[in-house]
């Protein structure tokens, strides 16, 4: 029996072990040195004399209007940039994504960096940044635009100083991000080439996330026959459906810990009826459902739909659910001991970037890779406020700081 006891203790200690070697195992690839050699300095003292460059041209892009769906006009202009900046290949694809490629030795790995260039003001047409000291004001300023010159200059940068690498590099400037990440989405989709790595330039400075959030949200409708009020005594009322789920929906239990299976949903809008003296025939609410966790995702939709079914049953109403199934939550294993996490981990303490937060809920670009399978991380641009409204400000300074981190985060995967 002492035996068995002993065996079964070395074979868990052996496991565990295995567990803890496999968690160790990547390593960062960034060391100080990287910073500080010459090839570095080169690429940061080309970036300092041209400041005054990339802010004015940073102004002009944002300057350009480009609501998700109507990108074409900055589309263009990045293309030429591409093309200027002496990329092997560059094109615009049918789905109106910028791709520029900088081929390797083809020794390397295939590793995508991707900045998007739609933003959320639909109906924008005339945009004039301000410029106060240490800030640029203007919608769509910060989400995307900083990442867009971030990643030109940083193109500009290494081309000057000569870099060599093995790797190929895939250098996008995506359609449709803020519209569930739909351009990158249709270029891995169409893409026959595969990928070891994506990265993408989105959210604050210090924001590194490796996980893709999961969106379950929807909206629920509930129709019956109407009436007017004073023919309304025991008529089916969509308002009081309506009231009746919401209520309900809002006793669900969701997971706040741990991170990787943090949910939590909202109802948004609610509305229902035209005339004031009459029941309403159809009346609806939405609803934004987000997960880091697949299951758990899965498991608090099917509860909303159990009870919008019976409060219809009860009321004597029709429903009409429709909630999305597609934006899956993912969590690769391994994802933050990954080489790939702690290199752009060490290098953001390098740089003493402020509130760095390391995050399994990211809700960018890199979800599309993290849905493929492809080892992904989004990284900050600069610092930003007020993001997704006219007011708009993103700091200058923290531009700068933000085109290092790729420069060293590309000299460390080489």
Same mark, same amino acid.
């Not at 996980?211 to 949200?217: K, P, S």
């Not at 080489?339 to 390391?358: G, S």
């Given at each position: 029996?002492?035996? !068995?006891? &002993? ?17 160790? %195992? ?9 910073? #500080? ?7 940061? #003292? ?20 480009? +609501? ?34 900088? /081929?390797? @030795? ?26 106060? =000291? ?7 300023? *910060?989400?995307?635009? %900083? ?26 400037? @995506? ?42 949200? *929807?909206?629920?409708?509930?129709? *019956?026959?109407?009436?007017? &009020? ?5 008529? +089916? ?6 009231? /009746? ?23 948004? $809008? !609610? *509305? ?42 009860? $009321?004597?109403? =029709? ?13 690769? +294993?391994?994802?933050?001991?990954? &080489?790939?996490?702690? &290199? ?13 937060? !390391?995050?399994?809920?990211?809700? @960018? ?37 933000? $085109? ?11």
């Amino acid at each position: 029996m002492k035996k !068995i006891i &002993t065996l079964l203790v070395f074979v868990a200690f052996i496991f565990l072990a295995a567990i803890s070697s496999t968690q160790q %195992s990547e390593k960062s690839l960034f060391k100080p040195e990287i910073a #500080s050699s010459p090839l570095a300095q080169k690429i940061f #003292s080309f970036i300092e004399k041209n400041r005054e460059a990339i802010i004015e041209e940073w102004i002009y892009l944002t300057e350009i209007p480009a +609501p998700s769906g109507h990108e074409e006009k900055r589309a263009k202009y990045i293309e030429e940039q591409f093309e200027a900046a002496g990329l092997d290949e560059t094109y615009i694809d049918e789905f109106g994504n910028v791709v520029g490629i900088w /081929k390797g @030795t083809n020794q390397g790995k295939n590793i995508i960096f991707a900045a998007h260039m739609d933003t959320v003001f639909q109906g924008v047409w005339e945009i004039k940044v301000t410029r106060e =000291e240490n800030l640029l004001k203007a919608p769509g300023v *910060g989400d995307d635009t %900083s990442s867009c010159i971030n990643l030109l200059w940083s193109i500009r940068a290494l081309k000057d100083a000569g870099f060599k690498h093995a790797n190929n590099y895939y250098f996008l400037a @995506t359609v449709g991000e803020e519209i569930g990440f739909r351009g990158l989405r249709l270029f891995l989709d169409d893409s026959k080439e595969k990928f070891d790595m994506l990265i993408a330039l989105d959210a604050n400075l210090g924001s590194l996330s490796y996980g893709a959030l999961g969106f379950g949200g *929807g909206r629920v409708v509930f129709r *019956g026959p109407g009436a007017h &009020t004073m023919n309304s005594r025991g008529v +089916p009322n969509p308002n009081l459906a309506v009231a /009746k789920a919401i209520d309900r929906i809002y006793n669900i239990s969701v997971p706040a810990e741990p991170p990787e299976k943090y949910t939590i949903y909202n109802v948004g $809008m !609610i *509305g229902g009826g035209k005339v004031n003296n009459a029941v309403s025939q159809e009346s609806f609410f939405s609803i934004d459902l987000r997960s880091g966790d697949q299951a758990e995702l899965a498991k608090a939709a099917r509860q909303i739909e159990e009870i919008c079914r019976q409060v219809a049953d009860e $009321m004597e109403v =029709e429903v009409e659910i429709s909630l999305n199934k597609n934006a899956r939550a993912r969590q690769l +294993p391994g994802a933050r001991h990954s &080489t790939l996490v702690r &290199t752009a981990e060490d290098i953001l303490k390098f740089l003493k970037v402020k509130d760095l937060e !390391i995050d399994p809920l990211g809700s @960018t670009d890199a979800n599309a890779g993290i849905e493929r399978g492809i080892p992904s991380i989004n990284l900050g641009r600069t610092y930003c406020r007020y993001n997704h409204s006219l007011r708009e400000e993103a700091e200058i300074e923290g531009l700068f700081v933000g $085109m290092k981190q790729d420069i060293l985060m590309i000299l460390s995967l080489n």
